[in-house]
């Protein structure tokens, strides 16, 4: 935490909350120590309040839309952006979702918390040159960010985790899912007896081992008794908001820095009337974090990445670095649904207004219920491509080791698409995608046109074929015994990997990327400062050289943490 004597403003594109600013005009001044540009983490130096428009039901991420809870989580992320055609997925154009409000996307993310494989940090400290940045170093900050936390129905979690690896005292809680789907469940863990060899029982998924002897086991969330813990939430409570030397200011967009110690910024609700620009300054440091995408769009507005980019954009060059907005990394997914001879599953509820609004009263009344569990489902799958799979003679092995997952499988009660019956997915993603990378850039030299957005997504043969691989193992795993007489009809067709369809994780990073100190390419040194530049860092998930096998937001949460560590430790603090 920063000490009181620095003076800090936070900027959030987003929604608030009334003990924020809403209006430029009420800020006490523009001068400041430090500046930060959103934030989803780096709250954790600054801790916070929710916004009032962000619900805590963990279930909204999973429900489709046109729920009014769905509704109502939609119209809070006013991030409208789209991706550039992906060749990869038959020339699909995603939407890309990004939380614009206060917490960024972890006030509206699916609550996953996965740390990754020790190798994936491993592979970070080998690739920045620091070894600060290895699971061993990096395992304190996940540590100290964590409050284990018992779940939402109390139930007996022993053999549902291992309590070594856990930290107990730190801002974000994260427990076991507090609802159980159990008929769903106890095919789940019977598969894992009947298959052992391909699915094995793991107790504990972020020991760094995700693997190993193991390969499946129950899911933790960034939950805390039956409600969403967010940065928002853990890092921005009232109390800390309340701080003599901490603004936050509310609906104000960064557009640029200005000569590298001032950032020009607008106020959302009046950008659009052209008017109320103004500037903020910082004496010690502007911290960018504003994520994978608004990291890269302020850093290229400001003129700092590729010249000859820029200069076709009509953008004057203050920095030539061409890395910024290149090195992006994103996650795909696909998946089976079966039909199941079972009323047992989500759409009990959302196709049953009845249930649906005792369900919503339950968690209203008691924070119990389906509605304290997000959308993944209780387990997770980390699972490997055979060592003689015909996927190696295409390509080296791009997993950052024999440690590491090629698979995400995830279990789920219930289907896609909104169709009328009972249903359950088992979905498989692809975490170790390869080198050929996406990239975020600029449309126009309009510093608030939303920016161009290519993930790069399977444009490689290696990430296709994995992908193809790992639906087998899907359909492997369901021709256990387990499930005879359970499932019925698959809604899927698998075919081969152009004909099932493709979604997203939204777990993408690079864009910013770290690299050794003095390398040619890069946008960061291995300390989070802006190579060539003085008094600039990025603290967010942008830094991430490439993307860890897992969910996204536990590897921030440490990025953040070590970054703050070393604000604290630059400034004596
Ligand atoms: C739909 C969805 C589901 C996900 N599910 C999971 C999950 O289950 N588990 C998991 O681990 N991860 C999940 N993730 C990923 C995870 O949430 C992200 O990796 C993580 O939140 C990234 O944090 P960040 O701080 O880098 O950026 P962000 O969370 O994007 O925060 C950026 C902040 O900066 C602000 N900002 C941006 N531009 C500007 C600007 N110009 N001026 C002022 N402010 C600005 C934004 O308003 C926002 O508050 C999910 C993501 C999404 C979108
Ligand atoms: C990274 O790993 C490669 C291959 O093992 C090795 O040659 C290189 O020296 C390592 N780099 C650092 C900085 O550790
Ligand atoms: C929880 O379950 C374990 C093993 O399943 C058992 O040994 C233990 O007594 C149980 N604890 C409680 C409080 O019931
Ligand atoms: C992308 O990252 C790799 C290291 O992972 C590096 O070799 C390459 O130069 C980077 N590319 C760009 C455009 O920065
Ligand atoms: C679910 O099925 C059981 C047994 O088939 C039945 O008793 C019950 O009423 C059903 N519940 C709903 C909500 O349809
Ligand atoms: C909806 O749920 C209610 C309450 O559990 C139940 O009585 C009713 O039969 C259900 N309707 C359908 C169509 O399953
Ligand atoms: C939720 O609880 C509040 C009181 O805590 C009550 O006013 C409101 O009506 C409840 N909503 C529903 C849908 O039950």
Known sequence: MFAPASTILSFFSGVGFCKL???????????????????????LTLKQGGSRRTSPVPVEWSLGHGHPLQLEYISIQDADYTTTP???????VFDYLRGYLLGGCSSHNGMAYTRGAAEDFDRYANLTGDEGWSWNQILPYFLKNEKWTA?????????????????????????LSGFSWSEFEQRVIQTTNELPDDFPFNLDMNSGQPLGIAKSGWLQYTI??????????????PKIIQRPNLDVLLHAQVSKLVLFRRIHAAQTPIRHAGASLFVAKASKEIILSAGTIGTPQILLNSGIGDRTALEALGILTLLDL??????????AYSGVSWAVNSNQTVESIT???????????????????????????????????DADSPVFNVHADLSPGPGAPHFEML????????IPGHFISLTMAMVSPSVVRGSVTLSSNNPFAAPVIDLGLLSSEFDALALTEGIKLALKFASAPAWN????????????????????????????GMSPRGAQYGVVDPDLKVKGIAGLRVIDASVLPIVPGVHTQAATYVVAERGADMVKQKWTL
């Open 21 to 43: 600013y809403e209006d430029v005009a009420d800020l006490p001044n523009l001068d400041y120590d430090f500046v930060i540009i959103g934030g989803m983490s780096l709250s």
């Open 86 to 92: 992906q060749t990869g997925a038959n020339g699909h």
């Open 151 to 175: 779940p939402a129905d109390d139930h007996n979690t022993t053999g549902q985790f291992n309590p070594a690896v856990h930290g107990t005292h730190g801002l974000i809680s994260v427990s």
């Open 224 to 237: 805390g008794h039956g409600e969403r813990s967010s940065s928002a939430t853990g890092y921005l409570t």
């Open 322 to 331: 061409p890395s910024v907005g290149k090195n992006a990394s994103e996650h």
């Open 351 to 385: 196709q049953n207004t009845t249930r649906f609004n005792e369900a919503f009263a339950e968690w209203n009344r008691s924070r119990t219920g389906p509605f304290v569990d997000p959308g993944p489902g209780t387990h997770a799958g980390w699972l490997r491509l």
């Open 411 to 418: 279990f789920q009660p219930f289907g896609v698409g909104g």
């Open 485 to 512: 007489g359970y499932l019925g009809a698959p809604t899927t067709v698998i075919v081969d990997n152009k004909k099932f369809g493709i979604f997203l994780m939204y777990h993408i990073v690079g864009t910013a």
